[in-house]
């Protein structure tokens, strides 16, 4: 069965450090992948998507991904990371032919401190 | 644009009662789909509406089902309650079916269900 994984269930961090979030998937072909952000008492909201070309791709708020094909993994960065940041990150894909439905993982918590 | 809404936003049923929850998509997107979320289990797929037909269905028992109307609303019933049916059920809508179109999906702010 198709599974995501996210390593880190929460990451505690302070204003100003780098973030890299974790995410690898386990079947292969030819996949859309996304990362949603889910801010405390909103819904979820789409950060960045990858569906083909530069696997570096850019999304809001100043965070980027890297689609490693060989690894199975799209992770997530920020170089520099806010308050405002905390909130909960879901990595999602789906294969881009077949009938397969958009698989979550089971999310990261990011926490940011003063 | 109006973005995807749901009603309602908090529901608190009894087991053994039923519940049926609404989705209104995106103006001029066709595809719907709902999820379940929990914090142990995360996100879920339940199943995938296009053009009113049911595309895709998820891991979950028959008491969880859908309908999308022509004007591309969707509803989820879910029969016979259970404890463990508590939780946020989100709907997303996209333009394009979500296997096989390079389409992203919006998500509504969900329903909050209590299962007494």
């Known amino acids: 069965a198709q599974s995501v994984s996210q390593h880190n269930h929460h990451v505690i961090l302070s204003e100003a450090a780098s973030l890299e979030l974790g995410c690898n998937y386990s079947?292969?072909?030819?996949?859309?992948l996304f990362w949603y952000v889910q801010y405390p008492g909103q819904h979820l909201q789409l950060l960045l998507k990858?569906?083909?070309?530069?696997?570096l791709v850019k999304g809001i708020k100043g965070f980027e991904a890297e689609f490693i094909k060989s690894k199975f993994s799209f992770n997530l960065r920020k170089p520099s990371v806010q308050w405002s940041d905390t909130a909960e990150y879901f990595c999602?894909?789906?294969?881009?032919?077949?009938?397969?439905?958009?698989?979550f993982g089971k999310g990261t918590r990011l926490s940011v401190i003063a | 644009k109006a973005g995807v809404t749901q009603t309602p936003r908090y529901l608190i049923k009894t087991r053994g009662q039923q519940v049926t929850l609404s989705c209104s998509p995106i103006?001029?997107?066709?595809?719907v789909s709902w999820y379940q979320q929990t914090p142990g289990q995360g996100l879920q797929f339940l199943f995938e509406?296009?053009?009113?037909?049911?595309?895709n269905k998820g891991n979950f028992p028959g008491r969880f089902s859908g309908r999308q109307f022509s004007n591309s609303r969707s509803e989820m019933n879910v029969s016979t309650l259970e404890l463990g049916d508590s939780a946020l059920y989100l709907c997303?809508?996209?333009?394009?079916?979500?296997?096989?179109?390079?389409?992203?999906?919006?998500f509504g702010p969900g329903t909050r269900l209590t299962v007494t």
């Open positions: 509406y296009f053009s009113e037909t049911q595309r």
């Open positions: 999602a894909v789906t294969r881009r032919s077949g009938n397969t439905p958009l698989v």
């Open positions: 079947y292969g072909g030819t996949v859309n």
């Open positions: 103006s001029g997107h066709r595809s």
């Open positions: 990858y569906f083909s070309g530069d696997p």
């Open positions: 997303a809508s996209s333009f394009f079916p979500l296997a096989g179109g390079n389409d992203e999906q919006y």
